[in-house]
């Protein structure tokens, strides 16, 4: 038990003479290493994350800062999945051709949008998430009611998504979200346009 003492203090403090003299190399490069494996001798247990291949301690991106927006990211993507499913629908029943192309590209869009949300869930918290979600498929009150919901959907999702992306304090959320709602805004300009030849 003395010996392993000692060379840890052994270690501590060569590691501090050579940042002395040459601070920009690494004197012990698989030190990472060596520090598991007296982390597990102890009987400590490291954290869930640092075990994944790849992770970081504390990374600039989608790391400690970015755990307070996971609730809010989990909830943007069962929004995202139920509007694919929804804008697919009316991709294939809508009354025009013009409208059948634009509600499909959405649908391509809010597609992406989940996969790109569910991959920031995934790097943040080192878990897989994919819900399971049903959306409704028709809109009873004619196309121009259901173009007037869509737009009003649209708007709002564009400013949640900037609101979002003011409030996280993770700059890679932060440039992800701002897209995000320009890409809703987008579509809402869109929609006004199909609405203003369907009036």
Same mark, same amino acid.
Request: charged share 25%; hydrophobic share 30%; with cysteine.
């Given at each position: !038990? ?43 247990? $490291? ?14 991106? !989608? ?16 929004? $995202? ?84 992306? $003011? ?33």
């Amino acid at each position: !038990m003395e010996e392993k003492t000692n060379s840890a203090y052994d270690y501590a403090c060569c590691e501090r003479v050579w940042r002395r003299v040459a601070p920009a190399e690494n004197p012990y490069p698989h030190a990472g290493e060596e520090t598991a494996k007296t982390t597990a001798e102890t009987g400590q247990t $490291e954290n869930s994350e640092l075990s994944l291949p790849g992770a970081q301690s504390n990374p600039c991106c !989608m790391g400690t800062l970015a755990m307070e927006s996971v609730e809010v990211l989990k909830g943007f993507v069962r929004d $995202e999945l139920a509007a694919k499913q929804m804008y697919r629908s009316f991709s294939r029943s809508a009354p025009t051709q013009e409208a059948r192309r634009v509600f499909h590209a959405i649908s391509c869009d809010e597609e992406r949008h989940a996969r790109q949300l569910m991959a920031a869930i995934y790097l943040t918290t080192g878990e897989t998430y994919c819900p399971r979600v049903c959306a409704e498929q028709n809109c009873r009150d004619g196309y121009r009611a259901c173009l007037r919901r869509f737009y009003h959907e649209k708007a709002c999702g564009g400013y949640n998504y900037f609101r979002a992306g $003011e409030e996280t304090l993770d700059y890679c959320l932060e440039q992800m979200f701002h897209a995000m709602s320009k890409d809703e805004y987008r579509h809402a300009d869109q929609i006004l346009r199909l609405l203003s030849r369907a009036i």
